[in-house]
């Protein structure tokens, strides 16, 4: 056994339906650890069949079992049972993370599996708190407003952080009396496989969570199209987004998409400069660079411009390269190594659009073990124009382009100039100005005087090419539900009698 692997790793990663195992079978996929470039383990991907089989499971789970109606206080035991689980399991779940992904292990536990844990217990306490409607304003009747779980839900996970992103649809999912299908990505199925055991250990009854892995175009178009699916929530790329809608909407599904982003970090001179720098830093090169809201696009008022700009290089070259696995590592590898070379080739666009190459832009040269590794330094670069590729192009990866501007319009213009809208970054200590700022800019977020802080409660989603629905407490309850009215007449009534011969 290496070394690297905890003690229950499988290297053959199959679909689990109905609660089982499937034998492994089908196309074949290798898995790699970004680190070294070493293959780890086989995905068995899912074709049509094992799909179909899968929706089934999760179709007789909800419409032949009490899953649905089951009262909210069993359903809340469950989901903090589940979050007890995550815990007990949170090494275990961010090594296999790491092995798949390179983020660092520091960030997997203190991020990714805690914000995994905490997306049960968050959605266990919802659910005790919703409520319906009564409207009695008709003369005679009352009607009843209330909410149902819809059904089977898809749900198509991101590579990027796939535990942490993944956990949040399924426990809004099943909160709501739901059963589903996930769909991680191919590239790293490790940690999820062992989620949904982990789920089936805690008491998710058989058929309520099934996961099916393989390719978008294999695996994930036959989920979308599978007539037993009544919702489908996706996060990863717009263009994916755009295919999924187009035939999601041909059978009239409701989907959510949380789609890409080109955030602006924008830093005024009336910012607290030494926590706008961190933040900065923190915004573009944590999860190593591969985050859908990392503040890509630093802009910049010019008075701080120079100062600003030497002190993020100077703190970007520092940054510790390295082995995963080591918690003093603060930049792991990127996921792939087809996603390092695209990273790369923004380097050299860069500099042929005119801009100039500040710090990196090029692949870390490791030794040892990691010499295979997907490394790529900290990279920045000062555009020449916010119309430059590296400024209006999702990289999605430990890359930065600053920009400077002279006035506020400036600064809104091209912070809003781009598809996307997901998040933007504010900095500034003038309240007209963050005022103002709060209400112009065109993301689905804005965070001020502040970094990645996601409050669950609230919607989370973009504008633009970034997506179309909302995550969020109201939001997914709206998402997994269906709206029911019920009226009904408070005394008895006259109806009106026809059909009667005198």
Not at 233 to 246: Q, V, W
Not at 280 to 296: D, E, F, H, P
Request: charged letters at 20%; proline letters at 4%.
């Amino acid at each position: 056994m290496n070394a690297l692997l905890p003690t229950q790793f499988s290297s053959n990663i199959t679909s689990l339906i109905g609660g089982k195992a499937s034998s492994p079978s089908g196309h074949q996929l290798p898995v790699f650890y970004p680190a070294t470039g070493q293959q780890i383990a086989t995905l068995h991907e899912a074709d049509a069949d094992e799909v179909d089989q899968a929706v089934k499971a999760a179709r007789r789970a909800f419409d032949t079992t009490d899953w649905a109606r089951l009262p909210v206080e069993k359903r809340q035991e469950l989901l903090l049972a589940i979050q007890a689980k995550i815990i007990a399991h949170a090494d275990e779940l961010a090594r296999l993370e790491c092995l798949n992904l390179g983020v660092s292990m520091r960030e997997l536990r203190e991020r990714h599996v805690k914000r995994a844990a905490y997306n049960f217990r968050f959605f266990a306490e919802y659910i005790g708190q919703t409520k319906g409607d009564v409207y009695d304003q008709t003369t005679g009747y009352r009607s009843v407003v209330v909410r149902e779980p819809v059904g089977v839900a898809a749900l198509i996970a991101p590579w990027n952080a796939p535990t942490a992103l993944a956990s949040m649809k399924v426990a809004a999912c099943i909160a709501f009396g739901n059963t589903c299908v996930l769909k991680p990505s191919e590239q790293t199925p490790l940690a999820l496989r062992c989620f949904v055991d982990l789920l089936h250990e805690a008491g998710v009854p058989d058929g309520v969570v099934n996961i099916v892995n393989g390719r978008g175009s294999v695996t994930g178009e036959a989920l979308v199209n599978h007539p037993g699916v009544d919702r489908i929530s996706f996060t990863g790329g717009t263009e994916t987004g755009r295919r999924i809608m187009s035939q999601a909407g041909l059978r009239l599904k409701p989907c959510t998409l949380e789609l890409g982003g080109k955030s602006a970090n924008i830093v005024f001179a009336s910012a607290d400069l030494d926590r706008a720098l961190d933040a900065a830093l923190v915004s573009i090169y944590s999860n190593n660079g591969q985050q859908c809201l990392a503040g890509s696009r630093i802009l910049l008022e010019k008075s701080i411009a120079d100062d600003f700009i030497g002190r993020f290089v100077e703190r970007a070259a520092k940054i510790r390269i390295g082995d995963p696995m080591l918690d003093e590592t603060e930049l792991g590898p990127l996921a792939s190594s087809g996603h390092r070379d695209r990273v790369l080739s923004f380097a050299d666009i860069a500099v042929g659009e005119g801009a100039e190459l500040l710090t990196g832009g090029k692949a870390a040269s490791l030794s040892g073990d990691l010499a295979g590794g997907y490394f790529v330094e900290p990279t920045a670069v000062f555009a020449k124009s916010n119309s430059s590729r590296v400024c209006q192009d999702e990289i999605f990866g430990p890359f930065a382009a600053f920009l400077t501007f002279d006035s506020y319009e400036e600064a809104i213009g091209m912070a809003n100039d781009t598809q996307f809208g997901l998040v933007s970054y504010l900095w500034s200590d003038h309240l007209p100005t963050v005022e103002a700022a709060s209400r112009d800019l065109k993301s689905g977020v804005v965070w001020v005087n502040t970094t990645m802080t996601r409050e669950l409660r609230a919607p989370f989603g973009g504008y633009k090419d970034s997506g179309v629905g909302r995550e969020g407490g109201e939001a997914s309850e709206q998402f997994y539900t269906e709206i029911k009215t019920v009226t009904t007449p408070t005394r008895p009534i006259t109806v009106k009698k026809i059909g009667i011969s005198d």
